[in-house]
């Protein structure tokens, strides 16, 4: 079992920046791949970002290319998401997720076993 924690949302203006992290615990975090989706009200949850088990191989939506970065710190256990330049179309809940067998990233929600409960992103125009 892996517990996935998030946090660092909040309100910001259009333009602005935050940071999310994600805090994992339960199994070797260094061992599986991680990623970041959002979900605004009304819509489907949507892929934003993952990244690989070492951290080396990312890959991000186009929403969000050049703007969001992805990241991982193995030695604690977490995982970041670098949001700059946000739009009001970024509002949504983000949350993080795992993959429970894999060291390899991917865009699909169906891949991961765990997930958080989400911490709510709005961007004010």
């Known amino acids: 079992q892996v517990q996935l924690v998030e946090s660092g949302g909040g309100l910001v203006q259009a333009g602005g920046s935050l940071r999310l992290s994600c805090a994992a615990s339960g199994r070797t975090f260094s061992r599986y791949a991680m990623g970041w989706f959002r979900q605004a009200p009304g819509k489907e949850r949507e892929f934003v970002a993952c990244?690989?088990?070492?951290?080396?191989?990312?890959l991000y939506a186009d929403s969000v290319k050049g703007r969001f970065t992805i990241s991982r710190d193995n030695a604690k256990d977490t995982m970041y998401l670098q949001m700059n330049s946000l739009k009001p179309e970024d509002t949504a809940g983000y949350y993080c997720?795992?993959?429970?067998?894999?060291?390899?990233?991917?865009?699909?929600?169906?891949?991961?076993?765990?997930w958080g409960q989400g911490t709510q992103v709005t961007v004010s125009s």
């Open positions: 990244i690989s088990a070492s951290g080396s191989s990312t």
């Open positions: 997720a795992a993959r429970g067998s894999s060291r390899y990233p991917s865009m699909s929600l169906r891949d991961y076993a765990y």
